[in-house]
């Protein structure tokens, strides 16, 4: 397996291109989205779980030096991928020194709120500041009842997306410092009234993200004052190509947003799947993705109809083009790139390099110290 990632594994030369004449506006900040899968296949880079540890905090310090905006992680439970993810936030957090880092999604049925509260402001203010947390209801788990193995059992009347979304108010209520326990005045110094969770981090409640899976969806998170997370599937399908369908979403969460009238500027997000190809290497890799996987698809999950976006696979000068058409990138100032984290440090971070030498101008960005 391969080790540490350096600078001159990949190219130390950080993005330095300025937006290619007549790019689109939009895309603001890039950085990639990492499933962390692991296998004991001898094929795969990462073979336990130390490993895809390891080499995620290895590829935040490389997309740093490259120039890219940003590190995430996907959250499953009992599954050979990454679950609990502060104290890998935290560490990535005392490695680097300017990406945002954060999740895409916590899956908030198996959370304790307060006890996520006193992680999240931990991890925070170890990153200074930089976290970006991606949270919803959770996709299809490998255990049948995963979050009840963890202790959380919807109430009566409610849903396991319901309870998720308890779980969800309660935590944004404790990050934001309110009071959440009463005090007891012989161990609190006499004092009385209500006690926040400890420690709070300011303004984490402002970067604080809601995976939605659909316009309606969408339309609640603006209403509750959370960014936009919008992903590589909506669940569900109206005929319009995925791109337009997610657009459209993007545009409801705007009104919805403005409508609601809250004081700061929201965050938008899209993921796509970009694999360009440039040497022989990434052709043996994903040359016949390239053939099969440029249209969206339509499928179902949890009984939905849902569509699914395409991969943009090939030249990088025919993806910087396709990708500008995109309409959902366009209109997000975020774009996350999943990466085949299995692939290891060094591939991933040339992929990264690539994408924003040669892909990411046309869609408007440019590295932050050129803007």
Sequence with gaps: MRGPWSPGAAGSDRAECPAAPGAVPGVKSIGFLSFGHWSPSPTSQTRSAADVLHQSIDLAVAAEELGADGAYFRVHHFARQLSSPFPLLAAIGARTSRIEIGTGVIDMRYENPLSMAEDAGAADLIAGGRLQLGISRGSPEPARDGAAAFGHVPAEGETAADMARRHTAVFRRAISGAGMAEAEPRYAGGGSGLLPVQPHSPDLGERIWWGAGSRATAVWTAEQGMNLMSSTLLTEDTGVPFDQLQAEQIGMFRQAWADAGHHHEPRVSVSRSVLPIVDEEDRRFFGLSALREKRD????????????????????????????????????????????NQLGVDFNAKLLGTIVRHIAPAIGWAPKARR
Excluded: N
Aim: glycine letters at 10%.
């Design 297 to 340: 698809q339509v499928g179902k999950i949890d009984g939905l109809v849902a569509r699914f976006g395409r991969s943009y696979v090939g030249a990088p000068e025919a993806i910087a083009e396709e990708l500008a058409a995109d309409a959902a990138v366009r209109d997000a100032d975020t774009l996350l790139l999943t990466v085949p």
